[in-house]
Structures are given as C-alpha cells and as structure tokens.
C-alpha cells in the first residue's frame, strides 16, 4: 500500500515539475489568459484621458473591449504571456468608476498582488466576501463576472492607478477583472 501512494506522489510531483508550476492550456503550452496565472503587478495608469478605441462609448451597459488577440475574451483580462492588463485605458475620467464618496468604508489593508490570493466565500456581484472583507462590483462590470463562482473562485486584488475609491478584482481561473469596491471589513 505504501509503495501505492509513493508512486502517486511521485507522478504528480513529475507531471507538476515538467509543468513548471504555471497552468498550461491545451497542448502543453500557458494558457493565454486564465488558467491559474497571476500577474506579477496591477496595471500601469493610463495615458488617455477618454474612453480608447475599441471600448464601447459612455452610455454602453456592459464593459466590453476588442479582443486583442483569437482565443482572448472580450472584456477586460490579463494576458498571461505579458502581464498586459487588456481594457484598462479608460483613464480616469471614465464616468462609470465615478464615486461620490471614494473609500466610504475605508481602504482595503488586507494585502495586494499575487502573494495575497483569496478565495470567494459567497454572495453575488452586488456583495461578496472573503474573509471578513466585503466588496461589490462596479455595474458597468456586471458582465465581466457573470462566471465568476462567488463560493470558491480565487481573487486577487490590485490598486486600481486610475479610478479613485476602486480596486481591480482579478479572477486567476478566468484571467477577468472587475472594478470592485470595499464595502468594509
């Protein structure tokens, strides 16, 4: 029995090892976006004042953004080749992360990037939570986390450089990000 489970261990260890630890999509390659990875860094403030190319105009529902390659989703997403966070160059301006009261609850001090990996305990885009940290999704957003599953997803956060009183949700199965707000802890 013993020797059972050390051969277990050990064709997962090798299969993990030739895997070099990243999530790989289809074909022994990284997946382009999602699949487990998490940027290094939140994405760079944007250089455009106004909504870029690409990006529907202000009186849009949803955020969507072009796909910038096949295979990518097309709302907001990281690519997991290069850490480029695709669809964040709004700027800020961009009416749909306006807040009248940014940081009404406070800020967020439970820890930022991809060494503070949470994970989803419940609710739905209007609340959720993880740990004893309560967040919503910026309505503009809605779209971007209809997959997210609010009971078991992985979520990093990342300070938002443009949008005053928002964080970015980033999803590591789905490589998506939303604008959420901290609703207190």
Same mark, same amino acid.
């Given at each position: 029995?013993? =020797? ?6 050990? #064709?997962? *260890?090798?299969?993990?090892? /030739? ?40 009186? *849009?529902?949803?955020?969507?953004? =072009?796909?910038?390659? %096949? ?7 990281? $690519?997991?080749? %290069? $850490? ?9 301006? +961009? ?16 820890? @930022? ?10 609710? %739905? ?7 004893? @940290?309560?967040? +919503?999704?910026?309505?503009? +957003?809605?779209? #971007? ?7 078991? +997803? /992985? #979520?990093?956060?990342?300070? $938002?450089? $443009? ?23």
């Amino acid at each position: 029995m013993n =020797k059972v489970i050390l051969l277990s261990i050990l #064709i997962c *260890a090798t299969a993990f090892a /030739q895997r070099g630890g990243q999530s790989h999509g289809g074909g022994g390659r990284p997946a382009a976006v999602g699949g487990g990875h998490v940027p290094a860094h939140g994405p760079p403030a944007a250089r455009a004042a106004a909504p870029a190319r690409g990006r529907q105009n202000n009186a *849009a529902t949803e955020n969507h953004v =072009k796909a910038d390659r %096949n295979g990518h989703p097309n709302v907001p997403h990281v $690519d997991a080749r %290069n $850490d480029r966070w695709v669809g964040h160059d709004s700027g800020a301006n +961009d009416a749909h992360y306006h807040l009248d009261h940014p940081w009404a609850h406070g800020r967020f001090t439970g820890g @930022f990037g991809r060494d503070h990996m949470f994970v989803l305990a419940g609710g %739905n885009r209007e609340r959720f939570w993880f740990g004893n @940290f309560f967040w +919503d999704v910026a309505a503009f +957003d809605y779209n #971007i986390v209809a997959d997210w599953n609010w009971s078991g +997803d /992985q #979520i990093v956060i990342y300070e $938002d450089p $443009d949008h005053v009183g928002w964080y970015l949700g980033y999803n590591p199965r789905l490589g998506t990000y939303a604008h959420v707000e901290y609703l207190g802890g």
